[in-house]
T-cell receptor
């Protein structure tokens, strides 16, 4: 079993749609959780950290479920510019971060 | 602006040659630097972790003699792909964590796309 698993997609949604991604992790000792965004042929960039109580940043909401060992990302009112690959990152320590394979999102007009 | 700079962005080389990729932290001292490889439509795969002044720790399956990592200072780490072959063609990305910005966030370089002919 992979340490971090994501549905690879692709998710093809119209503009304005709400879309959600899940990510499961296998290591119960994981401490920190992040969502990164990676555009084609570019480096990943931090989208948001995921806190135990859940957190929201504009149209993006991240949630953590430790009991079931998954995190989620919800994107509301999708924009064309949201098209990218979303990477789930799980860390047991600052120097041990593991990446999911990414979920590819395409937002269409 | 960029926190971590990687160079070169693109490199094409002949099979059998060696290629050096540099990763520099621009404003902060990088306590740890990481090197990843990413094949098309696949996840980032951690190759090695390096701390300044010490030997890199390689992930299982990564040949340390083929992928030489030098982390000589708190602002520079280099990855040398020795005797490159076509199967080494990939996107290589470095990242760093910083003592001054200890939020757990990884700061990535822009990546280096290696094509071995």
């Amino acid at each position: 079993r992979k340490e971090v698993e994501q549905d690879p997609g692709p998710f093809n949604v119209p503009e304005g749609a709400t879309v959600a991604f899940n990510c499961t992790y296998s290591n119960s000792a994981s401490q920190s959780f992040f969502w990164y965004r990676q555009d084609c042929r570019k480096e990943p960039k931090l989208l948001m950290s995921v806190y135990s109580s859940g957190n929201e940043d504009g149209r993006f909401t991240a949630q953590l479920n430790r009991a079931s060992q998954y995190i989620s990302l919800l994107i509301r009112d999708s924009k064309l510019s949201d098209s990218a690959t979303y990477l789930c990152v799980v860390a047991t320590a600052a120097y041990d971060m593991r990446f999911g394979a990414g979920t590819r999102l395409t937002v269409k007009p | 602006g960029a926190v971590v700079s990687q160079h070169p962005s693109w490199v094409i080389c002949k099979s059998g040659t060696s290629v050096k990729i540099e990763c520099r932290s621009l404003d902060f001292q990088a306590t740890t630097m990481f090197w990843y490889r990413q094949f098309p439509k696949q996840s980032l795969m951690l190759m090695a972790t390096s701390n300044e002044g010490s030997k890199a720790t390689y992930e299982q399956g990564v040949e340390k003699d083929k992928f030489l990592i030098n982390h000589a200072s708190l602002t520079l780490s280099t990855l040398t792909v020795t005797s490159a072959h076509p199967e080494d063609s990939s996107f290589y990305i470095c990242s760093a964590t910083f003592r001054e910005r200890n939020t757990g966030e990884l700061f990535f370089g822009e990546g280096s796309r290696l094509t071995v002919l």
